[in-house]
């Protein structure tokens, strides 16, 4: 099994932290080590150094190789232009593919917490095993929610596919994005539904074939790439051929379009550090419910979220439900409830002339 960490994101629902120069996957925003070097760190016991790659854009490749020295150039795959996971996923299938015909490969994100890293490596292992018998599966690990959580997508269980290791695997009744309260919160109560983890085993060869159902214009592209691999062209060809892909998620491209889905139910003690409300998923709080980090003092607030910096104080006082987020050069101040916003703040900085400094 090839494993694929996808570390070519931008982040900026975790803005003024998170930015294009510096991603959110190459902070230490949950422990010592970034998030790239924990998603790395994680999959130790069961992948040789030569079967892991890293999938990222051109301009991040000098922080993955500095966050990752022992990664040779070979295994980091380089996007020419973010087009999202579906065009990132088909790249990474299409060289390796071609470098190791019929590999299986694990698809992962380089963003997530898990606080049981043994049992994830176990049931990566248990969804390789599941391919033996449906190679022409698309394989997801589906997490078992802990709360109603609108801002992840939710997978609808199945009936049981098969017993692998004594691990049911279950096939995918139903996708839905990001549902609203009411409904997540019949979905955790129904017992039937797992968070949309979008980490995914599968055989390499098999995504190629989806692209070439759903998205077939996607396919001529990667077919290609497909073909110039290992050429002196091979560079060249995805220089050009990349940035004509269709922008579009992997889960609208193919997963969710694609019969044969199964998933595993996983109990990781997971969290998407995917906006600054989420990191009180994974870090732990106050009495009051409060993630402070840095000089903060904390006189009657509850349930706030400070990340500020070592050389000046923030106080907060009478608060309830904020983020307050403070670097050198930008401060964000916003409701706890809106911080899956600030994605849509950060791109009305984008419109504004003279700010892309901050971006």
Known sequence: MKFVIRAGGVGTRLW????????????????????LQDAVARIGSIAAPADVYVSTGHSLRSLVSEQVPALPPEQLIVEPALRNTGPAIGLECALLEARQPGCTVASLGSDHYIGRPEEFCRLLQVADQALTDRPDYLFTLGVKPTRAE??????????????????????????????????????????????NSNMFVWKAATVLEL????????????????????????????????????PISIDHALVERASKVATLEADIDWGDIGSWAALTDVLP?????????????ALDAVRSTVYGQADKVVLLLGV????????????????????????????HLKEKQGYEKYL
């Open 16 to 35: 003024p932290y998170s930015r294009a120069r510096k991603p959110k996957q190459f902070h230490c925003m949950a422990g010592e080590q970034t998030m």
């Open 150 to 195: 609108t801002g992840y997508g939710y997978i609808r269980r199945g009936s049981v596919l098969a017993e692998v290791s004594e691990t049911p695997v279950y096939e995918v009744a139903e996708f839905t994005e990001k549902p609203g309260a009411q409904q997540a919160a019949e979905y955790v109560a129904s017992g039937h539904y797992l968070w």
């Open 211 to 246: 692209f070439a159902r759903f998205e077939p214009e996607m396919h001529a592209g990667l077919q290609r790439i497909q073909a110039a691999v290992g050429t002196p062209e091979e560079e060249a060809v995805i220089a050009r051929e990349y940035p004509r892909l269709k």
């Open 285 to 297: 709080t106050d009495d009051a419910g409060n993630l402070l980090s840095g000089e903060v003092v």
């Open 320 to 347: 309830e439900d904020l983020v307050v987020v403070d670097t050198e050069d930008a401060l964000l101040v916003c409701a706890k409830g809106a911080a899956q916003q600030v994605k849509d703040a950060v791109d």
